[in-house]
């Protein structure tokens, strides 16, 4: 017994798990088991072939009335698989679920020290001991109730955003999606024709709209941003700003294509990647929704041209600020291709070096034959992974969707323009899954594979009114070779979008490739660290449209089981405070990123409060404090001195 | 070979699921290295630590969020403080501040973690064969 135990007098029974062999194979469970019993307040200990099994958790749960339990410990595998297993078989026994732990002794001993088994074995009655230490202080906890909204703000009018948008209507939530552009669709509206299915994204989008707009709890803003968030899970307080398109419906085609006409501003068409010109009032496509044009403020002159033309076209609008109360926070913000630097394979400095998003929309605006700034292409020469699989740059990662659709656009160059001549420059094709059947069908249709790694890169230079590119192919031994094309097309990747003000305003949790970090991988895939804060689709990493819907359609399962019973149940890991200890310094105030500690006046002076809905359960405020006042439930301070005692012994 | 008693605080989302990892790849590392996992390695009180030595360990281990901390990038910073102000209550104490490592552990970084871990117990035993 440690010294901060003391005797609590409580009854603990201690299970330990074979795990079929994986445990007992290493540890020697009934020495163990044998030993663990002659602890102080252990009053039962088993062995058991596996503690998850159904028959193993009725055993507990009949033992923790029988005996009866005050606590117990399960010693098996990582808490991460079962810990919310078992704390159901303690409240089934009756217990409060937090007078129960989880040893660790399979991945942290057993299997970690499978090459030393009677270490092995004393390792993991150390761990159980401090397990035992734990629970014996450990104090009953009550998961936090609160009132949850069954409402959704999503962010991100993309496919992923749509889809998620129409399923959760359909479970009965009332969903605000906000989209920052002014139409909505995200970067799929700009693709033509895609894999595997050669749908184009107008298709996609026309669809995924048309069905947005049969359900009446679904509100859209779109040119809308969010500008600030307050409360937590379940009761978000959240404002949008909408900015004005100036241009009220309903819409008189005749008289905004005057008004277009008309417009004397002329810019670069971002839609169309710079390939071609704007006015400053302008629309992308014919069936892009909202279908209403936009006046870009950023560009106009106020010259009242469009005026003239147009009666729906108002320059006074005011934008608008919403207030929108929601449960749950849902981003489906997306990606933005990557940029070339300037000087990158060519990029901005030979005038035929373009990026395959540049050659998506070259392909959607050509007809018959397939030309760039006039002259007829007969060869192509698309570069892999720019921007992507960077041995020495930020962008680590592979981007998932470049292969496939540089591929499918080789063969779309091939059937439908008759370009003849394709050379894939490549690190390695991924058309991973299904797609690999583009690969061979590009393959046997004759286009050219040479490979190259990133410690030997290619060479992109002017040959006339051609691109000459050197490479040192490793698929023939690292021969130099030569080739020549009419067009380059670099296959850039994803990066995340430019969020700066989002991330700040939600305290979005990011990870080191600077894409949107959920809780583990594999565990608790489309969650963060802010509780009713999910992600979804390509703003967590980079993932074609088949996997941003998977992932988003998961992300509405999530929410799902957040919102729609009314209330949320929280983790009661929360920071607390001794009001008899605290001396308000303002340290603890000064460590919480969650803005979840408050000064307040008691009849004896100043001290920190913990607003719970705001604080997240880090622990970052207790090691500042010096009067050791602030606490954290669940790890207290009396609870890991003990553990530390247990271990060492 | 005796190993010297290693405590190492890890964190429940990111540096102790790669402790797991390095059991489930059978990665071996002394069984005198025992975790107590805390839900961020800011939460780490010095106190704890000094305990720790005054308990009996040799050394302690703080495998940090760095920058993968789901509570923000601030961790590494406070997380530094604690480092900091630990080396402070150990040479008070006469503890050799040595004894206490800290580095961030990602939660797949299981080869990371045991290299690191192995060293660390290498060179804890030949400092205290050295004080014999």
Not at chain 1, 400 to 407: D, E, G, K, L
Not at chain 1, 627 to 647: C, H, P, Q, V, Y
Request: aromatic share 8%.
């Amino acid at each position: 017994m440690t010294k901060e135990q003391g005797n609590t007098g409580k009854r603990i029974g201690v299970y330990i798990c074979r795990c079929g062999s994986n445990i007992s194979d290493y540890v020697d469970v009934d020495t163990v088991c044998s030993e663990v019993a002659k602890e102080k307040n252990v009053r039962l200990a088993r062995v058991m072939m596996f503690a998850c099994a159904d028959s193993a958790q009725k055993e507990i749960v009949a033992d923790i009335t029988n005996e009866p339990l005050d606590a117990i410990v399960v010693a098996s595998c990582s808490p991460k698989l079962h810990l919310h297993t078992f704390r159901a078989v303690a409240e089934r026994g009756g217990l409060n679920p937090f007078n129960y732990v989880q040893v660790n002794i399979r991945e942290q001993s057993s299997w970690a020290h499978s090459d030393n088994p009677p270490q092995a074995t004393e390792k993991a009655f150390n761990l159980i001991k401090a397990g035992i230490a734990r629970v014996d202080l450990a104090e009953p906890l009550m998961p936090v109730t609160i009132p949850a909204e069954n409402s959704v703000l999503i962010l991100g009018a993309g496919v992923a955003g749509m889809r998620s948008a129409i399923e959760l209507a359909d479970l009965g939530s009332q969903v605000f999606l906000v989209e920052r552009e002014f139409f909505v669709g995200g970067r799929v509206a700009q693709w033509g024709k895609m894999a595997t299915t050669d749908q184009t994204g107008e298709e996609i989008v026309t669809a995924l709209y048309n069905q947005i707009r049969t359900r009446k709890n679904i509100q859209v803003y779109t040119g809308a941003h969010i500008i600030s968030s307050k409360g937590s899970i379940g009761n978000f307080n959240l404002q949008i700003k909408v900015v004005p398109r100036y241009v009220k419906p309903p819409c008189d085609p005749q008289g905004f294509r005057k008004a277009i006409e008309a417009c004397p501003v002329i810019v670069d068409d971002e839609f169309n990647f710079g390939l071609t010109k704007r006015k400053a009032i302008f629309h992308n496509y014919k069936s892009e929704f909202p279908a209403l044009p936009v006046i870009d403020m950023a560009n106009c002159t106020r010259c009242g041209e469009c005026l003239k033309h147009c009666t729906g076209i108002n320059l006074d609008q005011k934008e608008e600020i919403i207030d929108i109360h929601a449960g749950t926070i849902f981003l489906a913000t997306g990606f933005n291709p990557y940029e070339p630097r300037p000087g990158e394979f060519g990029f901005g400095e030979l005038s035929n070096v373009i990026t395959l998003q540049q050659l998506k929309r070259l392909l959607e605006l050509s007809k018959g034959e397939f030309r760039f700034r006039e002259k007829k292409i007969e060869s192509i020469a698309f570069i892999y992974c720019v921007g992507s699989r960077q041995v020495d740059g930020d962008n680590k990662y592979c981007s998932r969707y470049c292969c496939t659709s540089a591929i499918h656009a080789a063969l779309q160059l091939k059937q439908e323009f008759n370009v003849p001549v394709i050379y894939h420059l490549n690190k390695g094709i991924r058309t991973y899954g299904k797609q690999e059947v583009l690969y061979a069908q590009s393959s046997a249709a004759g286009d050219v594979y040479l490979q190259f790694v990133e410690d030997e890169p290619l060479l992109v230079e002017i040959y006339g009114e051609q691109a000459k590119i050197t490479i040192n192919d490793l698929l023939t031994a690292g021969q130099e070779i030569t080739v020549t094309a009419d067009l380059v097309v670099l296959v850039t990747g994803m990066v995340p979008r430019d969020n700066i003000d989002l991330n700040r305003i939600l305290k979005v949790p990011i990870g080191k490739d600077k894409f949107y970090n959920e809780i583990h991988p594999k565990l608790r895939p489309v969650e963060t660290v802010i509780d009713g804060l999910v992600i979804s689709g390509c703003c967590q990493g980079p993932r074609n449209i088949h996997e941003s819907v998977s992932s988003s359609l998961a992300a509405v399962a999530k929410v799902y089981t957040f919102i729609n019973k009314g209330e949320i149940q929280l983790e009661p890991t929360l920071a607390i405070v001794n009001p008899d200890a605290c001396e308000w310094c303002g340290l603890c105030l000064a460590a919480c990123p969650f803005d979840a500690i408050q000064m307040v006046e008691t009849g004896k002076g100043k001290i920190a409060q913990i607003i719970e809905g705001n604080c997240k359960g880090c622990g970052m405020c207790t090691p500042v404090c010096p009067t050791e006042a602030i606490d954290l439930k669940g790890f207290t301070n009396m609870e890991i001195r003990s553990m530390i005692e247990a271990m060492s012994g | 070979m005796n190993t010297p008693k290693i405590l190492v605080f890890s964190t429940e989302k990111i540096s102790d699921p790669a402790l797991d990892f390095a059991g489930l790849m059978k990665l071996h590392y002394p069984a005198s290295v025992h975790a107590i996992v805390l839900p961020c390695s800011s939460s780490v009180r010095p106190e704890w630590i000094i305990h720790a030595f005054e308990s009996g360990f040799k050394g302690v281990y703080i495998a940090a969020d760095g920058s993968d901390c789901p509570y923000g990038e601030s961790c590494i910073a406070k997380t530094a403080k604690i480092v900091e102000r630990s080396h402070v209550l150990m040479k008070e104490k006469g503890i050799p501040t040595d004894r206490l490592r800290m580095a961030a552990v990602c939660s797949v970084c299981a080869e990371i973690f045991v290299k690191q871990i192995n060293i660390f117990a290498e060179e804890l035993n030949a400092s205290l064969k050295k004080e014999d």
